[in-house]
């Protein structure tokens, strides 16, 4: 089945800095999603992003398709944002696989 | 409903009981998948509806586990004759259809096995 790695698995920020977390996969997909699961357990949606680029404040996310890799780019972080970032694949008519998230902590 | 909602959020049950976990997914969602993560780790698929059908059980850990879903809505997770390394967090979610849309996620269910 479909492989899907995150970059890094742990990042600790200081409050104000930026960072880029990277979503690997093997195959190509046609859903890609990225989460931030708090710090009390809910998956929050950021991006349907399966290609191209979108914005929503400070974040953003670029997808490369032909490529195999989606980046999530968190710019002038907060506290707030700590949490694990998951990417998801899904392959036509298949499951939603979660890569093995990246760990954030950010410090004020 | 407004979302996906998951019941109960939090269950202690002893060694060896059998448990249901309910999720009621978004109104008209055709897609529903379960998912299981234990402390500090990631996500593990479980088992995913289209409909009411099946289609990939592949993720049950044992035969222990089942899942049914009626009315294109409304899915239980069973599990039988619960062991402690069944503790963990399950999480459901639902998408309108199997591909090219977003997924939504309950707050999940605590599962404690004592």
């Known amino acids: 089945g479909i492989q899907v790695e995150q970059s890094p698995p742990d990042l600790i920020l200081q409050e104000g800095a930026n960072s880029t977390l990277r979503c690997n996969f093997s195959d190509s997909v046609n859903n890609l999603q990225w989460f931030h699961q708090n710090p009390w357990g809910q998956l929050i949606n950021l991006f349907y992003?399966?290609?191209g680029t979108k914005q929503n404040g400070r974040l953003s996310a670029t997808t490369v398709a032909t490529e195999r890799y989606s980046l999530l780019y968190i710019s002038s972080s907060q506290t707030t944002d700590s949490g694990v970032y998951f990417c998801?694949?899904?392959?036509?008519?298949?499951?939603?696989?979660f890569g093995t998230g990246t760990r954030l902590q950010v410090f004020p | 409903g407004a979302g996906v909602s998951q019941s109960p959020s939090n269950k202690v049950t002893e060694k060896g009981k059998d448990v249901e976990l309910r999720c009621d997914p978004i109104s008209g969602h055709t897609a529903l998948y379960w998912y299981r993560q234990r402390l500090g780790q990631g996500l593990e698929f479980l088992i995913y509806f289209q409909g009411n059908s099946a289609p990939d059980k592949s993720g049950l850990p044992s035969d222990r586990f089942s899942a049914e879903r009626t009315g294109e809505s409304v899915s239980t997770l069973t599990i039988q004759r619960t062991q402690q390394e069944d503790s963990a967090v399950y999480l459901c979610?639902?998408?309108?259809?199997?591909?090219?849309?977003?997924?939504?996620f309950g707050q999940g269910t605590r599962l404690t096995v004592v």
């Open positions: 992003i399966p290609s």
């Open positions: 998801a694949v899904e392959r036509w008519a298949d499951k939603l696989i």
């Open positions: 979610a639902s998408q309108s259809s199997l591909e090219d849309t977003e997924a939504f």
